[in-house]
Each structure stands twice: as structure tokens, then as C-alpha cells.
């Protein structure tokens, strides 16, 4: 019977480690509400063993992570969206250089 528990937790281990994925992954794979739930049981759980100037303190440090996640976020996106958009203008260049050629070519 032991032999049969040590097997299927064996087949068990192996079909998850073809599902695996890091914490992050997983943080990351949840739906809103779950995301919003998990924050707050965490957010319970935490508190349950601090006085208050301790959740003073702690939460006010999650907030000045956050908020540089947030501004690194922000800086990001922004050279994201000034990369495409010259991106995009060096392709109208290259489009209005061809057509050029071809107007050029047409008067000759």
C-alpha cells in the first residue's frame, strides 16, 4: 500500500514538474480577484502579530516599494512608446524615400 502512495505521489511530482511554474509566474497568472484576494489575506495575516507603529512602518515601506515599481513601470513604458514610435517614422521615411524614387523615375 505504501509502494502504491510512493508511486502515484512519484507520478504526481513528474506531471508537475511539466507544470511548473516560479512564484511570480504563478503571482502573476492570477486573476484579478484572486490577486486582490491574495492581497489581502496577506495583508491579514501580516498585521495579526504588529502593534501599530510596526504596520505604520511596514506599510508605509510597501508603499515606497510599490511606488518605485510603479515609477520604473512608468519610465519604461514611456521609452517603450518613444521606441516605437521612431520606430514607425523611419518606416514612413523609408516608404516616402521609395516613393520619391519611383517619382523621380517616372520623369525621366
Do not use: H
Request: aromatic share 4%; net charge negative; with cysteine.
Amino acid at each position: 500500500m505504501k509502494e502504491n502512495c510512493n508511486q502515484l505521489a512519484e507520478a504526481d511530482n513528474a506531471d508537475k514538474g511539466n507544470r511548473f511554474c516560479s512564484p511570480l509566474d504563478c503571482l502573476f497568472s492570477l486573476n484579478p480577484i484572486q490577486f486582490s484576494l491574495l492581497s489581502s489575506i496577506i495583508g491579514i495575516l501580516v498585521i495579526d502579530n504588529l502593534d501599530l507603529n510596526q504596520q505604520n512602518s511596514l506599510g508605509n515601506f510597501l508603499v515606497g516599494v510599490g511606488q518605485n515599481i510603479l515609477t520604473a513601470a512608468a519610465q519604461g513604458a514611456m521609452l517603450e512608446s518613444k521606441n516605437e514610435k521612431n520606430d514607425q517614422i523611419r518606416d514612413q521615411i523609408q516608404m516616402l524615400k521609395k516613393q520619391i524614387c519611383v517619382l523621380e523615375q517616372d520623369l525621366d
